[in-house]
């Protein structure tokens, strides 16, 4: 058996659930209404979420891919030899996996606000990689991050690793906050290795975000399920349709739920009215150039910038050193 026993799971006080849900009612009372992408990655949501990573018109996740494969070598080089590798929400942890070798990994650090996914990460990780410690952090990073002491318990540099554009879902106010927040994490070895979506042209955006299959529109209407079974409200996801724009002055792709009549919605003891065609706003997806994803990590304090791309430059990944 490992000298460091089996993964154990840190629960960051999964911030009381019920302030995550006061937020979330709130949020439905607002005009417009608002709900956090956090709450669509039910068990519903994550499938739903890997199908849309399938889908032809949606880009991101093969073009991110097609860089780490391409560039692995190069990009590995920039990091520290054996290393903690912090993932930030990371799921199933498998876009994880193909780096640990090639960056001589020590010890892996799931980080999610989902304990299911954690226990499915430290179960796959330590299956393949017995020479690995696995620790999985239950945590939400909406909210500040805290990860100084478990970082701590081992004197390994840290590379703290953001894929997938996740980082689309903040404003970026709050993505800088969150880059600070990383960078603080980091000793002078550290690194964050992240990819970001980058600004292309309308109808590849849009398309990315309404597929032709409904995938992306299941998805999004999977949200008041959610909201149902958390709340006790009564959203019918029929009578709402999905809507994607892109905001090319917020630089955003834009997701909506627009109610298709005049409608009053229970939500627990209180009800909420929609007019026809009123939106509710369930997340927002940024889109950077390299340039601006540069001025933002430098803004966060990071110092030297490594980038690399895919050739039309769709897709933008990012190793920054404090
Ligand atoms: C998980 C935030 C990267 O914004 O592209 C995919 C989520 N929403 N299709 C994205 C999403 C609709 C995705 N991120």
Not at 63 to 86: C, H, K, M, S
Not at 147 to 174: C, D, H, K, M, W
Request: aromatic share 12%.
């Amino acid at each position: 058996p490992a000298p460091w026993g089996p993964p154990s799971i840190v629960v960051d006080a999964v911030e009381d659930r019920a302030s995550q849900l006061a937020a979330l009612r709130a949020g439905l009372f607002e005009h417009p209404a608002q709900i956090s992408p956090k709450f669509f990655y039910d068990a519903q949501g994550c499938a739903l979420y890997s199908a849309i990573c399938e889908l032809q018109e949606y880009y991101p996740t093969r073009t991110e891919a097609a860089i780490f494969d391409r560039y692995r070598g190069a990009i590995a080089r920039r990091l520290p030899r054996g290393a903690q590798w912090v993932d930030l929400g990371c799921g199933d942890g498998a876009k994880s996996w193909p780096w640990l070798e090639p960056v001589g990994a020590r010890r892996w650090l799931g980080v999610d606000i989902s304990p299911q996914w954690l226990r499915i990460s430290l179960d796959a990780g330590t299956g393949r990689f017995p020479d690995v410690e696995f620790v999985g952090v239950a945590t939400d990073f909406t909210k500040p991050l805290r990860l100084q002491r478990v970082l701590r318990r081992s004197p390994a540099p840290a590379v703290f690793f953001y894929p997938g554009s996740s980082i689309g879902n903040f404003t970026p106010a709050e993505a800088l906050v969150l880059l600070r927040s990383v960078r603080e994490h980091l000793g002078a070895d550290g690194r964050l290795l992240i990819g970001v979506d980058g600004v292309k042209e309308r109808h590849v955006l849009e398309a990315a975000y309404d597929d032709a299959l409904g995938v992306t529109a299941a998805f999004n209407l999977n949200v008041l399920r959610v909201v149902n079974r958390e709340l006790g409200a009564d959203f019918d996801p029929r009578r709402f349709a999905h809507r994607a724009v892109f905001n090319p002055h917020a630089g955003r792709i834009e997701m909506h739920l627009v109610s298709r009549e005049a409608q009053t919605v229970r939500i627990g003891h209180d009800e909420r009215h929609f007019d026809d065609g009123e939106a509710v706003v369930t997340e927002y997806s940024y889109k950077y150039t390299a340039q601006s994803f540069s001025a933002l990590l430098r803004d966060a304090g990071f110092g030297a910038l490594q980038h690399w791309s895919d050739d039309r430059e769709w897709f933008h990944v990012f190793v920054a050193a404090p």
